[in-house]
């Protein structure tokens, strides 16, 4: 600890850019999939979920992390719960207030946040051993992580499902209709979310070898 | 890793518990009024979805202060009930009530070709939450003009079919009481309404039971405006 680290040294952009891709929280470590399938029929509800995910890792990891020192290691599990909680509570009434068509959308999903295996990962695995900016970007990256999965799938769902983008009718208006085309009312239900994140799990490893296990 | 004290552990959580709770009583009691705005914007939604006007969250409230030129409270027996807010009345908490006990809210919508229609609230139970919605009639107060209805948590493609406007645009045109001007109510129908019927609209495939629970809401909520109505009926 002689030298002070740089802010963006290359270990701490590793923390950002790792979970976007070679240990993305999803397709990697395949975690947080139930809220994955439920919320990506459209991209709006996709966005706002990704955001408050990030919104609740942030706040949590660094609060964590703040405290790392003197949370006595018996009740480090309760502790996290009631720090990710609150912040749930805190974005579900936000949402409430600001945001209320979203909010009635994504319904019992934000509750569920507190549910979500990556918040308590991060704040396990990482926030407690680490100092807040690292625990920072942690939260920063792997939120991203999620939320670039999320977007990618609710791109694809709302685009084949229901034919628009961000409600904008895209395909009604480049006159695919007019050709015989149809939505394909599968993509709006989960099992299609689970095949589309399966195919992208497929893509990301045939160009990362790495990610293969050895047999 | 430092051992901590059982002392230092109960402080340390009380201490936690007591910060986290004041800053969700404080963010609750700040949102409040926003959120309870938000609901409000919704309701007046629902009531000029009803007069078949569609409104977005932004116009909501300037279009409902243009197009509901009144509204009041009305007893089972058909008298008006002074000094009760309609827009206020607890539709959950009067259904609970017996039938002459409850407030039944009445408003009254000015179109803009100078019609009137009256606007009943309806709600009841579905098959898995409440339904709810508003009935729109014609200043005959018998024909329906319109007619929304929404629920909590029916299930997708079967009873939530009821929130659609395909189902919704059945009731346009029916009566609510036969030539000798009894309640017939409206029949939600499985397997379909005889065509020309003016008291019955086709039940949902699928949702049976959302349907029959739909068609027990009106015929409870409906009852109470009875009076009411042939009241209304009489002085024209």
Known sequence: MSEKEPLFSSKNLKLITDPLNTNNPITVQVLGICSALAITVKLEPAIVMALSVMAVLVVANVVISLLRKSIPPRIRIIVQLVVIASMVILVDQVLKAFAYDVSKQLSVFVGLIITNCILMGRLEAFAMANKPWPSFLDAIGNASGYGLILIIVAFFRELLGSGTLFDYPVLEKIGLYKTGYENNGLMILPPMALITIGIIIWVQRSKNRELIEEK | ?236
Not at chain 2, 82 to 105: C, N, T
């Open chain 2, 1 to 236: 890793m430092r051992d901590f004290s059982n002392t230092y552990i109960f402080v340390f959580s009380t201490v936690l518990i007591v910060v986290v709770a004041v800053l969700l009583s404080a963010a609750a009691m700040l949102l409040q009024p926003l959120q309870q705005r938000n609901v409000e914007i919704e309701k007046k939604q629902n009531i000029l979805a009803s007069i078949n006007i569609e409104a977005s969250r932004k116009d909501a409230e300037k279009m409902y202060d243009k197009y509901i030129t009144n509204s009041f409270v009305v007893n089972a027996k058909g008298d008006k009930v002074e000094g009760v807010d309609a827009f206020g009345v607890d539709m959950a908490a009067e259904i609970r009530k017996p039938l002459d006990e409850r407030e039944f809210p009445v408003y009254v919508s000015t179109l803009d070709d100078g019609s009137s229609k009256v606007i009943v609230p309806v709600r009841g139970k579905g098959l898995w939450g409440p339904v709810y919605g508003y009935l729109s009639f014609n200043d005959d107060y018998n024909t329906i003009y319109g007619a929304t209805f929404n629920h909590d948590k029916e299930t997708p493609g079967l009873g939530a079919e009821i929130a659609t406007r395909t189902f919704q645009k059945q009731f346009d045109g029916k009566k609510i009481f036969d030539d000798q001007g009894n309640f017939t109510s409206i029949l939600i129908q499985k397997g379909g309404a005889a065509p020309g019927d003016p008291h019955a609209v086709d039940a949902i495939s699928g949702g049976t039971l959302t349907s029959k629970g739909l068609q027990a809401t009106l015929k409870d909520c409906l009852s109470g405006y009875i009076a009411y109505f042939k009241k209304q009926q009489e002085q024209k």
